[in-house]
């Protein structure tokens, strides 16, 4: 069975720093891109970025080019979405999200998501 | 950056069909994927390639794709289909996803 099992709850106060986590199970991590996934209180889905773990090769959003790094740990199968330095309006539920193989360009599977919420 | 514009709500009686739409520039173009997302839950994947339905998901719902237009069909409603609904297409020239602006079900 594909799991997505995404770090707890995190609250911060902006320009602090922040790395979330996903770490995935039941599937050969490293063959199938993982991406990231916004949704602001009360607002639709945002597609922030997408990595493919064998090869770290990143492809972002340009909404979000610059705000955000993603990055994988191949040897504990655990994508990351991380900030520098947080500012309020990136209070969101954050989800990160498997494609589907080969040319399969929907996400079957999805984490739990992670609320972060900024705030001073 | 590529749009896709869905109608904000549809309401729709229990047993009636439900037609969600997703605008896009020659969206019959690409694969067009249907999510449904419940209040405090995941995405779920309803329908992907336009017309497919994943393993589990009932055959209630139902997809097409053409011209400027796609369109998510709910037949007999139930009110376990309230949900937010969102369309999803993958960019291939610039290898950037983007989903539809939502469209929430509500069962009458």
């Known amino acids: 069975e594909v799991l997505l099992e995404q770090s707890g709850a995190e609250v911060k106060k902006p320009g602090e720093s922040l790395k979330i986590s996903c770490k995935g199970s039941g599937y050969s991590f490293n063959n199938y891109w993982i991406g990231w996934v916004r949704q602001m209180p009360g607002k639709g889905l945002e597609w922030m970025g997408i990595i493919y773990p064998d090869v770290s090769k990143t492809t972002y959003s340009p909404s979000f080019q610059g705000q955000v790094t993603i990055s994988v740990d191949k040897s504990i199968d655990t994508a990351y979405l991380q900030w520098s330095s947080l500012k309020a309006s990136d209070t969101a539920i954050y989800y990160c999200?498997?494609?589907?193989?080969?040319?399969?360009?929907?996400?079957?599977?999805w984490g739990q998501g992670t609320l972060v919420t900024v705030s001073s | 950056s590529y749009v896709l514009t869905q109608p904000p709500s549809v309401s729709v009686a229990p047993g009636q069909t439900a037609r969600i739409t997703c605008g896009g520039h020659d969206i019959g173009g690409k694969s067009v994927h249907w999510y449904q997302q419940t209040p405090g839950q995941a995405p779920v994947l309803v329908v992907h390639s336009d017309s497919d339905r994943p393993s589990g998901i009932p055959d209630r719902f139902s997809g097409s794709n053409s011209g400027n237009t796609a369109t998510l069909t709910i037949s007999r409603v139930e009110a376990g289909d309230e949900a937010d609904y969102y369309c999803q297409v993958w960019e291939s020239g610039s290898d950037h996803y983007v989903f539809g602006t939502a469209t929430k079900v509500t069962v009458l």
């Open positions: 999200a498997r494609r589907g193989g080969g040319s399969r360009s929907y996400f079957p599977f």
